[in-house]
């Protein structure tokens, strides 16, 4: 069966550091990949998503980045973190073709001090 | 570009009743998927239910169903027999059938805190 693993789950990083956050998926190939954030109470916002090996797609232009190195690896990152920052991320992927939704990750909650 | 609206920020529900939370969406497009996610408060989105727009009848999963309403652009979600582990935030999501570029993005609501009174 497909899982989705997404760590850390929490994390408290200072202004201007660094951050990567990062998801896999087992048990299935060349899925598409996504990243949303979530404000406190606050629906999903797309960030990034990815079809390919890659192949980055970026929503909203902002202190993130993303990389995809490995086929079922999806890299949230920043060089230098804001307070802005701070928030709750989830990692989902999809099959391509189908329309089954989306699995989501178990979410990253990311607090800038 | 789509939106999806839900109306409703707070519902509650006696324990074992039923309620009926809101969706909206606003689309130029024919075909299309809708979705209800789940997410308790251990903030794990889960699926609850999904519908295809080209089907006319309305989507059920046990205790779960929705009222598709093509024309009006609503897409209501049904939760009968209400349950304490049903409190949750909902989010309503619309999806494009079209491929762009191989991705089905997902744009969600606002979402609806249900509230399980015992």
């Known amino acids: 069966s497909q899982t989705i693993h997404q760590w850390p789950a929490t994390l408290v990083q200072p202004v201007g550091s660094p951050l990567s956050l990062e998801c896999t998926v087992e048990g299935t190939s060349n899925p598409n990949l996504y990243w949303y954030r979530q404000a406190a109470g606050r629906g999903l916002q797309l960030l990034f998503y990815?079809?390919?090996?890659?192949?980055i797609s970026s929503e909203v232009p902002q202190n993130l980045s993303a990389s995809r190195p490995q086929d079922r690896q999806f890299i949230l990152s920043s060089k230098k973190l804001l307070l802005s920052d701070s928030s709750f991320y989830l990692c989902a992927w999809s099959v391509p073709g189908r329309d089954y939704g989306y699995t989501f990750g178990s979410g990253t909650r990311l607090t800038v001090v | 570009a789509q939106t999806v609206t839900q109306s409703q920020p707070e519902m509650s529900v006696q324990e074992a009743e039923t309620v009926t939370l809101s969706c909206t969406y606003d689309?130029?497009?024919?075909?299309?998927?809708l979705f209800w996610y789940k997410q308790p408060p251990s903030r794990q989105m889960i699926l609850v239910i999904r519908q295809e727009a080209y089907k006319q009848q309305n989507a059920t999963e046990n205790r779960f169903s929705v009222n598709f309403q093509k024309a009006a652009k609503s897409f209501s979600l049904k939760i009968s027999d209400s349950q304490l582990g049903d409190a949750a935030m909902y989010f309503c999501?619309?999806?494009?059938?079209?491929?762009?570029?191989?991705?089905?993005?997902?744009?969600f609501g606002q979402g609806t805190r249900l509230t399980i009174n015992p």
């Open positions: 999501a619309y999806r494009s059938a079209a491929q762009i570029q191989g991705a089905q993005k997902l744009v």
């Open positions: 689309t130029s497009e024919s075909d299309y998927y």
């Open positions: 990815s079809v390919g090996i890659g192949q």
